[in-house]
């Protein structure tokens, strides 16, 4: 079994920072591509920010310049540093990591989902 655990959720005002982080445990053999995702009320969940095993990152277009992605693998963690927040990044933070376990093929994971709260 492979499971994904985020925290560093919470409530900020707007223009500061928070630092979530997602740990992978299990039967894990390699961590592929690490990403966050957030969903806001009535909309659809949208691509926050990817990074490579290699270190290869992207980002979307509304965080650039202000969020950060970066992982540990010798620890099985992916961080997303967010400085800057504005109102507009509420939303529930979702861990996916792309995880090859001892057991199975490369499969796709989920952590449960992390709240970020912006205020103005």
């Known amino acids: 079994q492979v499971q994904l655990a985020e925290s560093g959720g919470g409530l900020v005002q707007a223009g500061g920072s928070l630092r979530l982080s997602c740990a992978a445990s299990?039967?894990?053999?390699?961590?592929?591509?690490m990403a966050w995702y957030r969903q806001a009320p009535g909309k659809q969940r949208e691509l926050v920010a990817a990074?490579?095993?290699?270190?290869?990152?992207n980002y979307a277009d509304s965080v650039k310049g202000r969020f950060t992605i970066s992982r540990d693998n010798a620890k099985n963690t992916v961080y997303l540093q967010m400085n800057s927040l504005k109102p507009e990044d509420t939303a529930v933070y979702y861990c996916?990591?792309?995880?090859?376990?001892?057991?199975?093929?490369?499969?796709?994971?989920w952590g449960q989902g992390t709240q970020v709260t912006v205020s103005s």
């Open positions: 990074i490579t095993r290699g270190y290869n990152t």
């Open positions: 299990g039967s894990i053999f390699r961590l592929e591509n």
């Open positions: 996916n990591a792309v995880i090859e376990s001892f057991t199975t093929t490369s499969s796709d994971y």
